[in-house]
Nanobody, 113 residues
Framework: VQLQASGGGVVQVGGSLRLSCAVT????????MGWYRQTPGKQREPVAMLSNLGSTNYAESVEGRFTISRDDAQNTFHLQMNNLKPEDTAVYYCYTFKRGPSWGQGTLVTVSS
C-alpha cells in the first residue's frame, strides 16, 4: 500500500486546514487508517484514528477540533482541522494498517500566531 499525503500549509491561529491521504488500493478492506504528527526532537504521536468498523479515536489535544473521515469511492481519507493552535504545528503523516503498517511522506502544517 502506498500513501500520498497532501493539504498542509501555513494558516493563522483559529484557521482551518484539510489534509488528504490518497491510497493506492481500495481502502474498503483497510483495518485502520489515521494521522500522526511529529515535531523536531519529539516522537511521532497519533492524532486521529478510524477503524474499518467506523470507530474513531482522537488525541486529547485535538478532540473536538479535528475530524477524520473517509471517502471509499476516492480511496482517500481526510483530516479536517479546525480552530488550529500554534501547538498543532508539525509534520503530519498518514498511516494505514492492513497486513502491516504503511506511511505517507508527511505534509507540513504551520500555525502562525
Amino acid at each position: 500500500v502506498q500513501l500520498q499525503a497532501s493539504g498542509g500549509g501555513v494558516v493563522q491561529v483559529g484557521g482551518s486546514l484539510r489534509l488528504s491521504c490518497a491510497v493506492t488500493e481500495s481502502i474498503f478492506s483497510i483495518n485502520i487508517m489515521g494521522w500522526y504528527r511529529q515535531t523536531p526532537g519529539k516522537q511521532r504521536e497519533p492524532v486521529a484514528m478510524l477503524s474499518n468498523l467506523g470507530s474513531t479515536n482522537y488525541a486529547e489535544s485535538v478532540e473536538g477540533r479535528f475530524t477524520i473521515s473517509r471517502d471509499d469511492a476516492q480511496n482517500t481519507f481526510h483530516l479536517q482541522m479546525n480552530n488550529l493552535k500554534p501547538e498543532d504545528t508539525a509534520v503530519y503523516y498518514c498511516y494505514t494498517f492492513k497486513r502491516g503498517p504503511s506511511w505517507g511522506q508527511g505534509t507540513l502544517v504551520t500555525v502562525s500566531s
